[in-house]
């Protein structure tokens, strides 16, 4: 099956830094998601961004679907930004999309 | 409703006994999948429903598992028999294909736990 592969595992940033997060995968893709993990466990969409630059406030993203990857971008971070940021990507195989996961990076901003 | 919802949203439960998490996935949405996700690691799918099949189920563990969407729009996960390793955070998630490009909405998760 498809590989998702996060860095870094881990990030640590100062209140008002910026970061970028990676996401590689191995094959062809038709769906790509970024999701953040808040405390409780609520998995939140951030973006669906199978190819191509999207923007949202401090977030944005890139993917580049010929090369198999993407890349959130945070800026100025915050500390409510902190928790688990998880990429997760599907192949279509007729209408199923299931999403394969990566391990996810753990993203602490201190203040 | 304005999202997905699981309930319970906690469940503690003794070894060998059968339980079962309910899943209510966005308004008009076919799609419905289930995953399972368990402590540091990102979920992992379960089986996935076309309206009210199951298209595939092959995330499954093993036989003790089984779903259901008799109406195509709440999903319940039953499983017998429950061992310790089946605790975990259960997940449900819904998308509407061909709109949005399927992107998938999730639920808040039901914690299993078992003693």
């Known amino acids: 099956g498809i590989q998702v592969e996060q860095s870094p595992p881990d990030l640590i940033l100062q209140e008002g830094a910026n970061s970028t997060l990676r996401c590689n995968f191995s094959?062809?893709?038709?769906?790509l998601q970024w999701f953040h993990q808040n405390p409780w466990g609520q998995l939140i969409n951030l973006f669906y961004?199978?190819?191509g630059t999207k923007q949202n406030g401090r977030l944005s993203a890139t993917t580049v679907a010929t090369e198999r990857y993407s890349l959130l971008y945070i800026s100025s971070s915050q500390t409510t930004d902190s928790g688990v940021y998880f990429c997760?990507?599907?192949?279509?195989?007729?209408?199923?999309?299931?999403?394969?996961f990566g391990k996810g990076i753990t993203l602490s901003v201190r203040p | 409703g304005a999202g997905v919802s699981q309930t319970p949203s906690n469940k503690v439960t003794e070894k060998g006994k059968y339980v079962e998490l309910r899943c209510d996935p966005i308004?008009?949405?076919?799609?419905l999948y289930w995953y399972r996700q368990s402590l540091g690691q990102g979920p992992e799918f379960l089986i996935y429903?076309?309206?009210?099949?199951?298209?595939?189920d092959s995330g499954l563990p093993n036989d003790r598992f089984f779903a259901v969407r008799p109406e195509g729009s709440v999903s319940t996960l039953k499983i017998q028999r429950t061992e310790r390793g089946d605790s975990a955070v259960y997940l449900c998630?819904?998308?509407?294909?061909?709109?949005?490009?399927?992107?998938?909405?999730f639920g808040p998760g039901t914690r299993l736990t078992v003693l």
């Open positions: 998630a819904s998308s509407s294909p061909g709109t949005s490009g399927n992107e998938q909405f």
């Open positions: 094959d062809s893709v038709n769906n």
């Open positions: 961004i199978p190819s």
């Open positions: 997760a990507v599907a192949t279509w195989t007729g209408a199923n999309s299931k999403l394969t």
């Open positions: 308004s008009g949405h076919t799609a």
């Open positions: 429903f076309q309206g009210t099949g199951a298209a595939d």
